[in-house]
């Protein structure tokens, strides 16, 4: 696979792809070396691997005909068959395609029903059954997190053990590249058959809620779960912010951002070293975290640590009482009052407050694992990457490469000849990086049904007009997290520049992944065009205490930077009050 952009053939039987979800996690193109090595070339087979492994059916239901069922690439950005998402849905009892679409899609416009695309085959009692056995076994009666444990310790075991890159030959890199495929592929199944729990959890917990008359209460019931592993970094953040608000470490910090890291390091005050020490420390827990960090040309905190630091800085000016242990404190009390309330409804029937009981603990504890499969990827991800990229520092050392970072426009099968003569590829990747960089400024469809369109048709970002919210205008969108606050509106549409988000500000954003995460210990509140319940930036404002309105179609171009909102995360509303 050499053709560029990545256009993939598109399935007769399974028509319905959407960005839904894996642009959260992919929000820009992914590169030819990603999609043919570490991401891309293990999330397809461990998806599959997945579903099977769910007992909704075997290998041979794939589409023979395409090369990528699960997780095509239009025009070089990802998408999920959501098709097959729905027969998930369909096959496993008490769930329905309904289910899947409010948990994947959230409430976006121009997605086709169910019954429109509806196959003869959907409706299996043997693959239900299956599903059935699968649900109580594996999802609802689960104990603990071991597979994933078990994981976590084979990749930091591998992390313990990275080389320094710096002294191994262009084959050991290139090799290094290529390398723990068998252990991605394993990683990437987990995640998956984690997320799906996850989903079968939550819609469980909401048809409980539902059924006692209290739907209102189905997300309380999963907040302030703890052990979530992408609210992490918020909590070493914070306390980095602390030491950084008086002292020589805070004015350091008030010389601004650009170039703090080298003053920090330069300076002899044993305070600021305490400071540095608590950096390090930290970069060297999460060094694999940042912007779009399954994407191995994306650039980490611990690569450009001023990306860390930004947030640190935005940090500073929160208050002590807005500390992310006292929101989440909060959240606990608000998650155990629910939970007392829906069991007090729930009294004398021992059979429903049993299958809430189960419910209860399987929504949690599969939230927490598709976090910690998620994190424990992107770790080994980063053990890509850095090779990688001393390869292409080489590269461009040696004049065959104009930048480092152009390594990855190479496919994986054409390493072997870039190092037996990488001038031979100077052109090729330098066009293939001038078409890349040009996809950026394309907005791919959110569904496609059928055959995508041409690029040629994609609204281009850098000419996108929006028609701005007025005063007293509400938008509508999905509820991530409850609770209601009103403060001025923060629109961000990078997160490699959170500098403008002030303290109390409301964080209006495209889509989160886990590198936007602390931005939300400063916000009071977080609305997101697009994304679900189940979505990241649902998942973490629930675990830090903050309102949260997802799938608020267009927000990000319709409200005003600066205006005066309310987020009313119950309703699911978005309001303006003055502009």
Known sequence: ???????????????????????????????????????????????????????????NLYDASVERNVLPAFGSYLYINMSLMRLFGVRVPGMGAEAVDLQYFGDMPGIPSYESEKRDFDDDPAYSEKAGAWLMNEVLLAKDLAAYDADRRTVLDIRSQRPDVATLSDAALAERITSFNDVLRGLFQRHIESSLKSGVGLGAISQIAAAVGRPELALTLVAGIGDVDSAGPSHGMWTLSRLARTGPVAELFDGGVEGLDARLRSSGDPRVAEFVAGLDAFLGEWDFRGPAEWELRALTWSLRPELALHTVDRMRGVSDEESPQIKNAERVRQREEATATVRELLAGDAEAGGQFEAALHAAALWLRGRERSRTTAAMLIHELRLPALELGRRGAEAGHLDAAKQIFMLFAEELPAYLADPGSFTATVRERERVYLEMFDLEPPFVVVGDPPPTSEWVRRSGRTHTAAVAGETIQGVSGCTGVTRGRARVLLDPNDPSALEPDEILVA??????????????????????????????????????????????????????????????????????
């Not at 931005?519 to 319940?533: I, R, T």
């Not at 997802?550 to 978005?574: C, F, K, M, Q, Y």
Request: contains cysteine; proline residues 9%; hydrophobic residues 45%.
């Open 1 to 59: 696979m050499t053709d560029w952009p990545i256009f993939d053939r598109t399935s007769k039987t399974f028509p319905l792809y959407s960005r839904a979800n894996v642009g959260e996690i992919f929000p820009d193109p992914i590169s030819p070396l990603n999609a043919s090595t570490g991401f891309q070339a293990n999330l397809e087979p461990g998806w599959r691997d997945a579903f099977v492994a769910c007992g909704v059916w075997d290998h």
């Open 510 to 579: 495209p889509i989160t992944d886990p590198s936007w995460t602390p931005l939300f210990v400063a916000a009071s509140a977080v609305v997101v065009d697009v994304g679900a319940p189940f979505s990241h930036a649902a998942i973490v404002s629930r675990e830090l205490g903050i309102p949260c309105v997802v799938s608020a179609t267009e927000a990000t171009g319709r409200i005003p930077n600066g205006a005066l909102i309310e987020v009313d995360g119950t309703a699911a509303t978005v309001t303006v009050i003055e502009v």
